[in-house]
Antibody
Framework: QVQLVQSGAEVKKPGASVKVSCKASGYSFTDYYMHWVRQAPGQGLEWMGIINPSGGSTSYAQKFQGRVIMTTATSTDTVYMELRNLTSEDTAVYYC?????????????WGQGTLVTVSS | QSVLPQPPSASGAPGQRVTISCSGNRSNIGSSPVNWYQQLPGTAPKLLIY???QRPSGVPDRFSGSKSGTSASLAISGLQSEDEGDYYC????????????FGTGTKVTVL
């Protein structure tokens, strides 16, 4: 079955970077774009950006421009999201989600989420 | 990054109908398909409605989506206890590659 499995929880200090992975299985990895979405504790969903696993082209939300890098490894069917210069406001659960139809923007499925805690 | 306003909460007794609104503008809901996501407590979001009114396989027909102009709605009929959770609308904004925006979220409580 189609599945996205993310890396485990991380604890980082302010100013550090974090890199979260998302391994896809059950479908042709390069056929579908992948998004990253985060959710701060008790808050709503926030879109971070999108990557095309075939070729690696990206588009980031303006808020994260210059601080986020999304990459892909077709040899392992894995996408990565690196966020730099972390602050306490980056404490959140980070999700990857496959886009089934780019024009529609239908995210299905989602990874299980990775909790990133930023604390001194 | 803009968000789409939703009522913070909605509730109903088992079996009743609940409707959630999602407000946008011409650059998002007014020009793009709307999707709805369900997030049950402690779990990742799940696609509930896509392309404004279509249901993925496995989603009961108690859930329905619609759009009129720059606003969208999600209706849950025959409310069940397992429907308790948060519901988010979402759509592309402005153009492909532009920001994907989520609604503020609505917490549904079954009384």
């Amino acid at each position: 079955q189609v599945q996205l499995v993310q890396s485990g929880a991380e604890v980082k200090k302010p100013g550090a970077s974090v890199k979260v992975s998302c391994k896809a299985s059950g479908y042709s990895f390069t056929d579908y774009y992948m998004h990253w979405v985060r959710q701060a504790p008790g808050q709503g969903l926030e879109w971070m950006g999108i990557i095309n696993p075939s070729g690696g082209s990206t588009s980031y939300a303006q808020k994260f421009q210059g601080r986020v890098i999304m990459t892909t490894a077709t040899s392992t069917d894995t996408v990565y999201m690196e966020l730099r210069n972390l602050t306490s406001e980056d404490t959140a659960v980070y999700y990857c989600a496959r886009d089934l139809h780019l024009v529609v923007g239908q995210f299905d499925p989602w990874g299980q989420g990775t909790l990133v805690t930023v604390s001194s | 990054q803009s968000v789409l306003p939703q009522p913070p909460s909605a509730s109903g007794a088992p079996g009743q109908r609940v409707t959630i609104s999602c407000s946008g503008n011409r650059s998002n809901i007014g020009s793009s398909p709307v999707n709805w996501y369900q997030q049950l407590p402690g779990t990742a979001p799940k696609l509930l409605i896509y392309n404004t009114h279509q249901r993925p396989s496995g989603v009961p027909d108690r859930f329905s989506g619609s759009k009129s102009g720059t606003s969208a709605s999600l209706a849950i009929s025959g409310l069940q206890s397992e429907d308790e959770g948060d519901y988010y609308c979402a759509a592309w904004d402005d153009s492909l590659g532009g920001p994907y925006v989520f609604g503020t979220g609505t917490k549904v409580t079954v009384l």
